[in-house]
C-alpha cells in the first residue's frame, strides 16, 4: 500500500535531499528495509536510483554505527534479486560493506550485518 501510494519516491526523495542528516537517512533506510519486502518494491526502489541513495548514506555517515547498520540491512534485503545484487557490486557496494567493517573493527552487529549483506 505505501509503495503504491508514492511512499518509495517519497523516501528516496528525503535521503536524496537530506544527505547531510544521519537521523533522515537511518529513517529512510529504515523505511525502505519495511516497503521492499515484495519483489515489485526492491525493482521499484532499484528503477528510482535507489542503489546510487542507499550506498551514498553510509559513505556520508561511516562514522554513524546506526546508519551503517540500518543500510547494510537494507543491501541485505535488497540484494536477494539477483539483479540488483549485480547493480550493487557494479556500483562499488562491496567496498561500501568492506568500509564499515574496517571503521567499526569492535561492532559485532555492523559485522554481522556486513557479512549477510555480501551473502
Given at each position: 500500500?505505501?509503495?503504491?501510494?508514492g511512499?518509495?519516491?517519497?523516501?528516496?526523495?528525503?535521503?536524496?535531499?537530506?544527505?547531510?542528516?544521519?537521523?533522515?537517512?537511518?529513517?529512510?533506510?529504515?523505511?525502505?528495509?519495511?516497503?521492499?519486502?515484495?519483489?515489485a518494491?526492491?525493482?521499484?526502489?532499484?528503477?528510482?536510483?535507489?542503489?546510487?541513495?542507499?550506498?551514498?548514506?553510509?559513505?556520508?555517515?561511516?562514522?554513524?554505527?546506526?546508519?551503517?547498520?540500518?543500510?547494510?540491512?537494507?543491501?541485505?534485503?535488497?540484494?536477494?534479486?539477483?539483479?540488483?545484487?549485480?547493480k550493487?557490486?557494479?556500483?562499488?557496494?562491496?567496498?561500501?560493506?568492506?568500509?564499515?567493517?574496517?571503521?567499526?573493527?569492535?561492532n559485532?552487529?555492523?559485522?554481522?550485518?556486513?557479512?549477510?549483506?555480501?551473502?
Amino acid at each position: 500500500m505505501i509503495a503504491s501510494e508514492g511512499g518509495i519516491e517519497a523516501v528516496l526523495d528525503a535521503l536524496r535531499n537530506h544527505t547531510g542528516h544521519p537521523w533522515v537517512q537511518n529513517s529512510g533506510c529504515g523505511a525502505l528495509c519495511g516497503i521492499d519486502i515484495l519483489p515489485a518494491n526492491k525493482l521499484s526502489i532499484a528503477a528510482s536510483g535507489g542503489i546510487e541513495i542507499v550506498l551514498q548514506t553510509p559513505r556520508k555517515h561511516l562514522g554513524q554505527v546506526l546508519v551503517q547498520k540500518r543500510g547494510l540491512l537494507l543491501l541485505r534485503i535488497l540484494a536477494v534479486n539477483d539483479d540488483i545484487a549485480v547493480k550493487i557490486a557494479d556500483t562499488e557496494g562491496i567496498e561500501v560493506v568492506i568500509d564499515a567493517i574496517r571503521t567499526h573493527t569492535g561492532n559485532a552487529k555492523v559485522h554481522q550485518r556486513a557479512c549477510r549483506a555480501l551473502l
